[in-house]
């Protein structure tokens, strides 16, 4: 049977997927999404146990976009959303064993221990730098502008939170579009910083330095799971998808459900899964595109969350928490204090402390077995933290493959997926691994994979 032309097959039901779907139901397309878990939300999981409440994925968003307002009204979800708490303004950096706060006033950089004089005298020369002469990692960007200082005790440990990456692999032009932007159209950070707030204005964007961070009171998994709701029995979960063929009149997908083997057919389809798995489904289309989406690096993570009665633990829990530059050679990448920044993350009279581990930096740290993870977070985390008792309680989930790296040459990535793209009219992709790996960001890209569909009528 031919299908539609207002029809698409949305393969992967996490965030950027429901997101796709839920947009083209509202333009009257027949739309199916096809999720190989139990629940939607791909990493966007909430656990509740014990009392505590655990996102296994992203605990948190920062309002860039003016789309997160629109969808959580229409979803009817805006009242459960929640703000961080102010102290979580405040953020810390591991420097010589200790704790120092990123200072966020002219006043508290000139105090500041994070960084030495010399360091701190070297910003200064950043108006005066030229423009680079060819791509650059993220490392070498911030070394030629900022200093080496700033590179280690600043980018560094800021790259691992976001990415869990390295800054001498990444690369600039495609992993911080924006700071690249700063540089290439006005010449200089500082230059760029000021007069792009009138064009951020203009467009209703946040920058992510001033946008407010939220969740919601429930946990992330509330906006998965309104989205799923709504879109009710065009979401089918459980169903593996086992190929992609393409038809005379649009695409056939075959996916091993609980019903068993079933087919799908469609005008469109909307690949949101990462990208091993899309360079599998593919190889049936074109195998060159499955060569390059094979070669996307995901480095292993895992997440540990600890449990602690609040009067163990000497640091003042004051804030967002604390990153590691790899010269600190910690065997973890940071500590969210999870509880300070929401309410409802821990039992009363108990702290909250999620932590990461692995990464690009030290992935084979995430071998070890469970108690040998959870016992090596809590001997970091006492020794920063001053805590005298074990935890009460802990929490392990593993990312095999937990972030897309994008690294040095990663622009001939998005271009050949475009030219993909436009080689085989009615297939899309969509997913973190384009266009950025934020929850905003997931969601602008599943907006704008819509509006082209749509205006492609």
């Known amino acids: 049977m031919k299908p539609t032309d207002r029809s698409c097959i949305v393969i992967g039901g996490g965030i950027s997927g429901l997101c796709a779907a839920y947009w083209l139901t509202q333009e009257n397309y027949n739309v199916i999404v096809l999720e190989r878990d139990a629940a939607p939300g791909g990493a966007m999981k909430t656990v509740r146990k014990d009392g505590y409440l655990i996102d296994t994925g992203p605990n948190s968003s920062l309002e860039t976009t003016p789309l997160f307002n629109e969808l959580f009204h229409s979803l009817g979800i805006i009242d459960r959303r929640v703000y961080a708490n102010e102290n979580s303004n405040k953020r810390y950096i591991l ?3 200790k704790l120092h706060a990123i200072p966020m006033s002219p006043g ?38 900022l200093g080496r200082e700033f590179l280690d005790y600043a980018i560094n440990p800021f790259v691992a939170g976001v990415y869990a990456g390295n800054p001498e692999e990444l690369s600039v032009r495609s992993a911080f579009p ?20 009138k064009e951020r204005k203009q467009r209703a964007e946040q920058s992510k330095q001033s946008a407010k961070m939220f969740s919601f009171i429930d946990g992330m998994d509330t906006f998965s799971n309104a989205l799923g709701s709504v879109l009710g029995d065009r979401l089918i979960l459980n169903a593996k998808v086992d190929s992609i063929n393409k038809e005379k009149h649009g695409f056939t997908v ?49 997440m540990v969350f ?5 009067d163990v633990i000497s ?21 969210i204090w999870s509880s300070t920044i929401f309410p409802k993350r821990a039992p009363d009279g108990y702290a909250a402390l999620t932590t990461f581990v692995g990464g690009s930096r030290q992935p084979e740290v995430t071998d070890h077995d469970e108690a040998t993870l959870r016992d090596i977070v809590h001997d970091e985390i006492a020794s920063i933290l001053g805590v005298s008792e074990e935890p009460d309680f802990y929490y392990l989930k593993e990312w ?6 994008y690294k040095l040459g990663y622009a001939e990535t998005t271009e050949r997926i475009e030219q993909f793209e436009q080689s085989h009219p009615g297939v899309y992709l969509c997913a973190n691994y384009r266009g950025g790996i934020s929850v905003g960001d997931c969601v602008t890209s ?6 082209i569909i749509v205006q492609k009528g």
Not at 282 to 290: C, E, K, M
């Open 95 to 97: 420097r010589n064993g």
């Open 108 to 145: 508290a950089f000139l105090k500041t221990k994070l960084w030495s004089t010399k360091g701190k005298l070297r910003l200064l020369k950043e108006p005066f730098i030229g423009r680079a002469n060819g791509e650059e990692s993220i490392a070498q960007f911030v070394e030629r502008r």
């Open 178 to 197: 924006k700071l690249y932007r700063l540089e290439e159209v006005y010449g200089g950070l500082i230059k760029g910083t000021i007069k792009g707030r």
């Open 254 to 302: 075959t996916a091993e459900t609980t019903e068993g083997k079933k087919q799908y057919s469609a005008q469109q389809i909307i690949l949101s899964v990462p990208a091993h798995h899309a360079a599998h489904l593919l190889t049936t289309i074109d195998s060159s595109i499955s060569d390059i989406l094979s070669k996307i690096y995901y480095p292993p993570v895992t």
């Open 306 to 310: 600890l449990g602690y009665k609040t």
């Open 315 to 335: 640091q003042p829990l004051d804030g967002f928490g604390y990153l590691i530059p790899a010269k600190e050679r910690r065997r973890i990448l940071g500590t």
């Open 400 to 405: 095999k493959r937990a972030i897309p790296q």
């Open 446 to 451: 599943a907006r704008r994979t819509v509006d």
